[in-house]
């Protein structure tokens, strides 16, 4: 067999899913879990997704999406719309945080599965804006506050809570500080670059290079935290997270230089990583148990976020205010990730991953078709 | 013979000039013009080519502290001032009638004096369409100079003056100061220049307060740049800064000094970029200066169409720059190079400007920046 017949198939599957789910309605991710599901282990059976080259590729995939994730945190809209947007985002989240904590204590499970349930999916909220057309309202742009602060404070948690249980690294937990200590020294560099040397730094964005020179900054960028965070025992996921939220940070958004990492990430990696989540997705182990904890992971995704989100009620109409918490319910890629960090940190087993999975799903169909319906009807 | 000052042209300015520094000698070809000079009081006049080398000589080039040459002619200046050049004169000034000989000027290493003849044109335009200057087409109403502290505001001033004196009397300049002496002084600057002027007496350090509650109809407020160290950059003792984010009016931190030749706007979607474009076109209108616009991200047809438009109303040549690339980058790239005197900014805008940056450039640009809130 063809080394490349495993990254054959995925390719032309990766190529044939998002013409086939926007048919459908789904999103892209969600057909390329289903597609994985259905070539591997549990159905037909064809890859188990540990082949040498697709293992690697995938798990540079997530820590790629945790990049572009940090990418699309826009901090312009924390800048603009103030103080008042972020502590609101931040109690919002709060609220979140402890209602899940409350009802996964009744469901029978720990902290991380609180957390898991904590995020949000920005990318999705963002693009289910824009159709809407309301980006650039307040209400539009106060819901991605929330999301952003959402999946902030989700990665940083996780982080904090790795550490907590990982005892081989709680000698290195005062190395931490030093990850953000280089997040700001580079953040400082780089606004001093751009004030000293702008003609130098615009070549990296220019869409000219024929080297590609920025794209090359971009991964070096990404891995010197990538590197650093895994050396200093975190997960490598917080380093590129970082790293995206870093060049958000400096060069603001819609660069030519972004559509090009948007490009490698969501046109080949990322795929990658979806298609195998869906290939090691346990079917056997949801249906033997998993399947009777998605109604309840359902509700407390949605109660975990509707009830919070009424302290908008006084700003927005009550209807306004659920709307932006069914919205705000919708979590795709940012759940599944942290429920794969979970399953190898033995935090959640794997028919409680699938369970996530299938959550996912659900609520990144269903959450912004909901919004997208009642939006601005009576 | 130390202090001679040879002046090259006759005319109205080379007489005010040598009326302003007895001693000096002028040379001038068209006789009449001689015999009106030759009345200026302890002034010799030579009549003949001020390109004349020989005749430079004879009256005393290579012993002359200075050499002013200010005919209409610009060959006549770039010769003349090339034979003082090459006898080491030290001080060297020279009238520049197309603005495009002047990097030529430059090079030779003589100081220009330029007349922005699109000033006066689109002057004599307005006098011509209605009476007098239409208020509307005036960038600011009032402008106020806050002399804070020990800052003299110098700059502030003169830049005050400058666009009030531009407008034709149609703009107020407000002095605020805590000290007398000091008012009197800009009183009488102001009256030299025929610009209206107010003045305002105040408790020292109630200055924010004061703009915050009372003055806040200002149009404008000029300040002074400053200098500020790194540790009260990091306390944020930074009174201009502190300025802005008090005040609802545009504010201008002056540096040029000197009429804008070229203004650079920088546009974003905002909802205040409309009026940074109206305020800055009626400023490139007051001064004849050319308008470059950086675009940073993508603009409506209909906003493109009112920007040209607007711009013919205004007789004002807008350059249009395209951002490629990233755009702040570029921004801080048009800001540095040097070209503008004067730079116009959003001062929230919608991001793609961080306003860290935004903050840079007002504090750190090398010309004067106006932001608009």
Redesign the interface.
Known sequence: MSTYLPLFIIAVLAFLIPIISERIGIPAVVGEIICGIIIGGSVLGIFSGEEGGIAFLSRFGFVFLMFLIGLEIDFSHVELHGLRSFILGTLMFLLTFATSIMMVHQLGYGYYLAIILSCSAIGLIVSTLREVGITRSEYGQTIMIFAFIADFAVIMLVTAYTFYLKSGVREKVPFIPLLFLLFFGVYYLGRYLIWRFPEGLSKLFRSDQPSEIGVRASFALMLIFVVLSEALGAEAILGAFLAGVMFSVLFGGGTVLEQKLYGIGYGFLIPIFFINVGMSFNLDGLISGGIHLVPALLLIALIAKIIPSLILAGTYTLKESLLAGVLLSSRLSMMIGMAAVGVELGLIDSRLESAIILLAMITSIICPTIFRRLYGKY | MMGKRIIVGGGRIGREVAMQFPGSIIIEADPSAAERSSRIHDTRVVIGDGGDEKLLLDVGLDEAEAFISLTDDDEVNYRSATIAKRYGVPKIVVRVEDPEHEERFRRLGVETVTFPAKMIANYIGDLLRSDGLDSNSIPFGKILVPLIGKVRAEKAFKEALLIASASNGKTVVEVISSDIMELRKKEAMAREVGVPLFNHLLEEGKLIEMLKSHLHEADCIIIDDEKIALIDRLLHRNVILQLMRSVSCPVLVARTCNYYRHILVLLDSSEVSERILIIALQIAHLFGSDLSVLVL?EMSPEFRERIKKRGEVENVDIIKLKV???????A??EV?SQKYDLIVIPW?G????????IR?IVN?ASCSVLTVA
Do not use: F, L, P
């Open positions: 991200e490629d690339g990233n755009a702040m980058i570029e801080v790239k540095k929230r919608t991001g793609i400007i961080r306003s860290s940056m840079k750190d």
